[in-house]
């Protein structure tokens, strides 16, 4: 029932900016917590930020904080990811990923519905 689709990857320089953008649909972003992960190659997918749709709270991972920002638009049902002063380390395909009710989980197990991915690419 739902879907998710990404986007707004791209290949850019260190020190540059990405924004992207998730589509929801068959679920609203008020009762569900939407969530950005990555996984670079041979790497684990791990926990980038995540926002509640009913309490508004963000989380973010160490690494990100103060260049990361997660945001929801309810009227477009989209939430976004918002990356400045990228790194080589972003470099990763990002998914954006969703669960139901409203508690924020940083696993992966937690959360049913992923999208297909979109590649950020950060060289130096």
């Known amino acids: 029932q739902v879907q998710l689709v990404e986007s707004g990857g791209g290949l850019v320089q260190a020190g540059d900016s990405l924004r992207l953008s998730c589509a929801a649909s068959g679920r609203t972003f008020g009762g569900s917590v939407m969530a950005w992960f990555r996984q670079a190659p041979g790497k684990e997918r791990e926990f980038v930020a995540a926002?509640?749709?009913?309490?508004?709270?963000?989380y973010y991972r160490d690494s990100v904080k103060g260049r990361f920002t997660i945001s929801g638009d309810n009227a477009k049902n989209t939430v976004y990811l918002q990356m400045n002063s990228l790194r080589p380390e972003d470099t990763a395909v990002y998914y954006c990923?969703?669960?139901?009710?409203?508690?924020?989980?940083?696993?992966?197990?937690?959360?049913?519905?992923w999208g297909r991915g979109t590649q950020v690419t950060v060289s130096s």
């Open positions: 990923a969703l669960r139901t009710g409203t508690v924020v989980f940083s696993t992966r197990s937690a959360y049913a519905y």
């Open positions: 926002i509640s749709g009913s309490a508004l709270s963000t």
